[in-house]
């Protein structure tokens, strides 16, 4: 693994230590490489009112854009159990709209065993703005 994906990982791990899961206590942390080289993080982050929870995928994603960014090139999605994580369709979705169908989303779980996918692979027949042309 080069050392960029090594600290993709790490990231992702340490971010999840600042997930906010008090209702669920399943805590995701993710880490999206964009294309300005940077590294940003995010963590699940759950509300009395659940369905107002927000997902650690998009929490990364969001502050990624937020910055500046404009394309993911690699995303690591962790949890706190053994099983590997599954972002939900929501976060496909929205990985979708920063992501290119070859780009590489690694699923990991707690102890850093993981699965490498492209894109399109945990996405396929994605809804894109091609579609409205
Ligand atoms: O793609 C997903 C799916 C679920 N969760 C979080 C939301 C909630 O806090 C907890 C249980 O659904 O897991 C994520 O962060 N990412
Ligand atoms: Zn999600």
């Known amino acids: 693994m080069e050392i960029t994906e090594k600290q993709l990982f790490d990231v992702a791990s340490q971010a999840m230590e600042n997930a906010y899961a008090p209702y669920s206590h399943y805590t995701v942390g993710a880490a999206v490489l ?12 759950e509300n009395a009112s659940y ?12 502050k990624a854009v937020s910055e500046g960014a404009k394309h993911v090139s690699k995303i690591v999605i962790t949890n706190g159990t053994q099983e590997l994580s599954k972002p939900c369709g929501a976060c496909r979705q929205v990985m979708s709209e920063f992501m290119d169908s070859d780009d590489i989303v690694f ?10 996918y492209t894109f399109k692979e945990i996405l396929p027949l994605a809804f894109s703005d091609k579609d409205m042309d």
């Not at 964009?34 to 982050?45: E, F, P, R, W």
């Not at 369905?51 to 969001?62: D, K, V």
């Not at 699923?107 to 490498?116: G, V």
Request: net charge negative.
């Open 34 to 45: 964009c294309d300005d080289g940077k590294i940003y993080s995010g963590v699940n982050v």
């Open 51 to 62: 369905g107002l929870t927000n997902c650690a995928e998009r929490t990364a994603i969001f």
């Open 107 to 116: 699923l990991a779980n707690k102890t850093n065993d993981f699965k490498e």
